[in-house]
């Protein structure tokens, strides 16, 4: 009796069990379809096709190849084999631009960087019943490789028979929200160039946009500045833990291949103590004790920004960043300053004294003046909650600010007037629930317990409390990761699969069913598992194999 | 640049020299001079017939030394100590001895073994610091083996030099304050391999875990293959490639004892079995079931204990897996009954009914006939706690070793009944806490046993709080435990290491450091060596994860609270 249950329930999820984010419109048949041996993309109809559109082709027939991932259900897809039998085979997918599109066509990369608002995702996409040509169409080339990143969803493995069983598939599909991103700060621990890598390609997977790259920050600054060489020499943790130019550039390069827009972040005046290894003269209360007082975590200092020097070197050093970034967008950071440490700081107090300014005067001057030198490179400030909510500086409107405190945050945020990024500790940080990290505190959980699942982050609802004209200006979220207790050797498990719920949130938009979306999760994490991404397990694989089963209503 | 929280004068007295030593030796004296390591560095046994087992651990203790590359944990990575590279003795041979001469020493997967109250995992070090030998003594080879641990953590790389600054270093006696220190692995809800398990074994290995608590089947899977009961895993395992065939358990064990692990293997009964129904859906009650009404997680299913011929049938199969173990100890789980289950099912409320017993009194018989199984092979049995406080199972040998998990506040009661305990309980030592609900359709739901245990938290447990005393002697040890519903390979280091290390030395060393000071008030000091133990392990393969950012770990006690 049990056991038709079952099927039932299995029937009712399996039609899309494969997409994610889920497409904005999908029809699927239930026609089985098997990929022909000799099976290839076809780019005959665009002229000069742009390298790395070439390249991502070159990809997503590999991936054909060698996912190999068996359907997740409890036999493991066997039960298709008769009717994969008689399949029709598929041989060919074409790409093609729709009638909207002329001239020769830019790359992936060159779209990437163009303003968030310019940006085209949306594809077409069609796989036949009956094994003719399946078609990817777009008005950009970035949207022909987010059809190829769907193509390659769609995909079984049964002995060595790459198959469908729901063909014929129509979809129509585009995002609700052009920022998805994730967040990584490589500064409380340092992560290679190729975990940076591994996690790009994952992302693009889940067809992600942004990669919020929180380089530097107290404790380590493992970024080659060539302008102010000293920065890394004495602030990273060695010298082989360092982002050299070269290293920047090839990440940049392949994000940006993977439809990926890389948003740098140098965060200032706050979370900056390592510079004063460097620059001593540039920084407040380096390492003051204890640091409870004058720091939210060890160790202490900040940049002096009443200092006009101290302005100008900063300014400088955005700069020298910033013109390495071909994106439009870079982050001044801007959170948790400890105005204690202004307090005891003489030059600071020197300097604000000889000017008459307040702290948040010299801070409006500061931040006035490195936004400047942004601005005038042809970049979009991005900010910290805090610069627009506890502060009042004069930014510029352009300015876009990431909510992180908590999201109840966002709507005080629009109200101002700035379009913002949901970034909220209570729904999107990775590292929360894994304890307290300061030492001698036994008993100390973490700050923003408990863990986020991501069940949570999915139901998360983007334009809570806002009016529609408030709404309008969220321009998508990110889910992050702080590094305090975060390495390499956990960077896959603690990111993947939970970061893809935030992807579909805001490519699908919200109001998805949790219940629905949990089989679909379960095939992403299994697909990255075999692409060599180490996404944890959400269930035991009896429940994966089970849609549904597990479900606290089942 | 960064001054330091507490005053130089503090931070001496704090922190003992020998930094990387985990679980820290009972007893230590250690000076902090440098000695670099030959690079023709031997290690000679003194006595005639070694086993084969303790030539394999020099072997491998001689290559870690060499491959564990480890720069100190200090800002510039060793850099001030090799200014006195020049003027260091050369440290050439390690010599093995044996206090007792045995004609044939037993080999370490012997002494790993043998009964608990029997074990002797002892040794003495001496390192010293003018070049002449250093030797390791010990009445067994079990002990030397412990030994040799403790050697191997001993030393750093800088440059391509060797060496430690913790000479002369002697350790009259170190001996575990416990002898059940353990790790259990889940290879249920998902599976491992064998490969994972192994890595994990050396992980134990490093800090002197002696007991591998394999929870190897439960209501998810059974990936067990036992020669006379082929079908179980045929239909509960979730893949032919997702099993353990019995030369796989051979491999394990033996790669277990030749560490200096035991290796318990709980067979759950007669709860958390439902996937014995895909073979015998006639010997599981509510099998797939309701869960939510009918089991703790779903699949909802327990054998049904009621019949003799399920009775006997687990009994077999409980001896087969039993019978093929050099452990004298088994698990016959026990945990977490459902009894609402059996009350629904037809076959087993008329069984009682016919009889004229309570559902417990039935599984006082259950247990009786699995129990006598084991008993008949020389085994003691193991369960969980409710088999004591819950059912009050009357057929339990008084030498039943009861695991407490519900709460540590339970210990005390099993105590008071006169069993033996090994402390695993949820509220300090399960290392799954914290990581969300895992159930579908529920985006508010949060770990039952949240919050995540921190390393701290863990460091801080008293084994003997609220024991009688008189009964502490029946305080075994304890263990870390890893439920797997969100775990399976890609995090199973990092979810286990190097939290579990911190059992293994509450459990080692007791309630008293080796310079007098107590475990729990002084965390603080225990921090810095279990950053080092854990940048170790990296170094070998085991992806433990970060405690804190390394600015902190290369600058004890500044990130302190």
């Known amino acids: ?554 | 640049m960064f001054p330091r929280l507490a005053s130089p004068a503090l931070i001496f007295t704090l922190i003992p020299r020998c930094l990387g030593i985990w679980p820290i030796p009972r007893s230590l004296e250690s000076g902090n001079q440098i000695i670099k390591l030959s690079s023709s560095f031997d290690i000679s046994i003194n006595f005639t017939h070694p086993p084969q087992d303790l030539l394999d651990a020099v072997a491998r203790t001689k290559q870690a030394i060499q491959t564990d590359q480890l720069g100190r944990l200090v800002v510039g990575r060793g850099s001030t100590d090799s200014q006195a590279f020049g003027s260091a003795n050369t440290f050439h041979t390690l010599v093995l001895a044996l206090d007792h001469d045995a004609p044939t020493p037993r080999p370490i997967a012997t002494e790993a073994v043998v009964g608990l109250d029997t074990r002797d995992e002892s040794y003495s070090l001496s390192v010293p610091l003018d070049g002449s030998a250093g030797v390791v003594s010990a009445n067994t080879t079990l002990g030397l083996l412990r030994g040799l641990s403790t050697f191997e953590q001993l030393w750093y790389t800088f440059d391509g030099m060797i060496y430690t600054n913790y000479a002369p270093l002697t350790i009259a006696k170190d001996f575990p304050a416990y002898i059940y220190r353990g790790f259990m692995l889940d290879t249920a809800r998902n599976f491992f391999s064998v490969s994972d398990i192994k890595r994990t074994l050396d992980a134990m290995y490093l800090v002197k875990i002696n007991t591998f608590h394999w929870h190897i089947t439960d209501s998810q899977s059974w990936p067990i293959q036992i020669a006379q009961f082929p079908e179980l895993a045929r239909a509960g395992a979730y893949s032919v490639d997702q099993t353990f065939t019995p030369e796989d358990i051979q491999d394990v064990v033996s790669y277990a004892g030749e560490r200096g692990i035991d290796v318990l293997i709980e067979i759950d009964t007669p709860g958390h079995t439902a996937i014995v129904g895909a073979s015998h859906p006639d010997y599981v009650a509510c099998y797939l079931s309701e869960w939510i009404t009918f089991a703790g997680e779903p699949p909802a299913g327990q054998l049904r204990l009621v019949d003799p011929v399920v009775a006997n049938f687990t009994a077999d199969v409980l001896s087969a897996v039993a019978k093929t173990l050099p452990s004298t100890m088994f698990s016959t789980g026990g945990d977490e009954l459902d009894t609402a289950c059996y009350s629904a099912d037809a076959p087993t409320q008329m069984n009682l009914n016919e009889t004229g017993r309570t559902l417990f009194d039935a599984l006082d018989d259950f247990t009786a006939t699995t129990h006598g199984a084991l008993h008949a092979l020389g085994k003691t049995t193991v369960v969980w706690e409710e088999m004591v406080l819950e059912y009050n199972t009357t057929t339990l040998r008084n030498d039943t070793i009861v695991m407490v998990w519900i709460s540590s506040d339970d210990a005390a009661a099993v105590v008071q009944k006169g069993f033996r305990i090994v402390h695993a309980p949820s509220n300090y030592f399960y290392l799954d806490c914290g990581a969300g609900e895992w159930i579908g359709n529920d985006p508010t739901g949060n770990s039952w046993c949240d919050p995540f245990k921190t390393w701290q938290e863990s460091y801080t447990f008293d084994p003997l709080a609220n024991i009688s005393s008189g009964q502490e002697s029946l305080v075994l040890g304890g263990e870390q435990l890893l439920w797997t519903e969100q775990s399976g390979p890609e995090n199973l280091d990092s979810i286990v290491w190097p939290r579990a290390a911190s059992s293994a030395e509450v459990f080692w060393t007791g309630d008293t450091l080796p310079d007098g000071f107590n475990r729990v008030q002084n965390i603080s000091e225990a921090l810095p060596r279990l950053h080092d133990v854990r940048y170790r392990m990296v170094q070998r393969g085991i992806k433990a994860i970060r405690l804190q950012p390394e600015w902190c770990a290369l600058r004890p006690q500044a990130c302190d609270g």
């Open chain 1, 1 to 554: 009796m049990l056991q038709s249950n079952l099927l039932i329930v299995a029937a009712a999820v399996s039609a899309v069990s494969a997409l994610w984010p889920l497409p904005t419109q999908l029809s699927t048949g239930t026609t089985s379809l098997v990929l022909a041996s000799d099976f290839d993309i076809d780019l005959s109809v665009i002229s000069n096709p742009p390298q790395d559109l070439l390249d991502a082709v070159s990809r997503t027939k590999s991936y054909l190849q060698t996912d190999q991932l068996e359907a997740l259900d409890v036999d493991r897809g066997a039960s298709y084999a008769q009717s994969l039998q008689n399949a029709s085979s598929l041989s060919s997918l074409s790409l093609s631009f729709d009638s909207g599109h002329s001239g020769d066509p830019t790359s992936i990369s060159e779209e990437v960087a163009d303003a968030i608002e310019n940006r085209v995702e949306g594809y077409t996409l069609t796989v036949p019943e009956d094994g003719s040509a399946a078609t990817i169409k777009a008005n950009s080339t970035l949207g022909l490789f987010r059809g190829l990143t769907t193509f390659g969803q769609l995909w079984y493995d049964l002995n060595n028979t790459t198959y469908t069983v729901e063909a014929p598939i129509a979809i129509t599909d585009s995002p609700v929200y052009p920022y998805r991103g994730f967040m990584l700060d490589t500064a409380r621990n340092y992560f290679p160039v190729s975990d940076i890598l591994r996690t790009l390609d994952a992302m693009s997977w889940v067809k992600m946009t942004t990669f919020h790259w929180h380089m530097v920050d107290s404790q380590s600054f493992p970024l080659e500045v060539p302008e102010f060489p000293e920065l890394s020499a004495k602030g990273a943790y060695g010298s082989s833990l360092v982002y050299s130019t070269d290293d920047v550039q090839n990440i940049i390069s392949y994000a940006a291949a993977r439809g990926i827009d890389v948003l740098p972040e140098i965060d200032t005046p706050g979370h900056t103590a390592i510079i004063a290894e460097a620059y001593p003269e540039h920084v407040a209360c380096p390492g003051a004790t204890p640091w409870a007082t004058y720091a939210n975590e060890p160790p202490a200092g900040q940049l002096r920004f009443a200092s006009a020097d101290t302005t100008n070197f900063t300014a400088s050093l955005i700069s020298s960043v910033s013109s390495r970034f071909p994106g439009k967008y870079f982050s001044t950071g801007g959170d948790e300053l400890n105005t204690e440490c202004y307090a005891i700081d003489e030059p600071t107090q020197a300097d604000l004294n000889a000017t008459g300014n307040t702290l948040e005067q010299a801070l409006d001057s500061f931040t006035q003046s490195v936004q400047s030198v942004l601005v005038d490179d042809g970049k979009t400030p991005v900010v910290w909650e805090e610069m627009v909510l506890n502060f009042n500086l004069t930014l510029s409107n352009e300015t876009i600010v990431m909510v992180w405190i908590s999201s109840a945050d966002a709507a005080a945020v629009a109200e101002k007037g700035f379009r913002l990024v949901q970034a909220p500790s209570d729904y999107f940080y990775l590292d929360c629930g894994a304890g307290g990290w300061v030492g001698d505190s036994p008993s100390t959980n973490s700050w923003c317990d408990p863990f986020k699942t991501w069940q949570r982050a999915y139901t998360f609802d983007p334009v809570a409390n806002m009016t529609d004209a408030q709404a309008k200006l969220v321009i998508g979220g990110e889910h992050l990761l702080w590094t305090e207790q975060s390495h390499a050797s956990n960077l896959d498990p603690i990111v993947w699969p939970r970061a893809a719920a935030s992807a579909e949130l805001f490519w699908s938009g919200p109001g998805g069913n949790v219940s629905e979306a949990l089989p679909r999760l379960h095939d992403v994490a299994f697909r990255m598992s075999q692409r060599g991404v180490g996404a944890i397990a959400l269930q035991p694989l009896w429940c994966a194999l089970r849609p549904g089963v597990c479900d606290i209503s089942a």
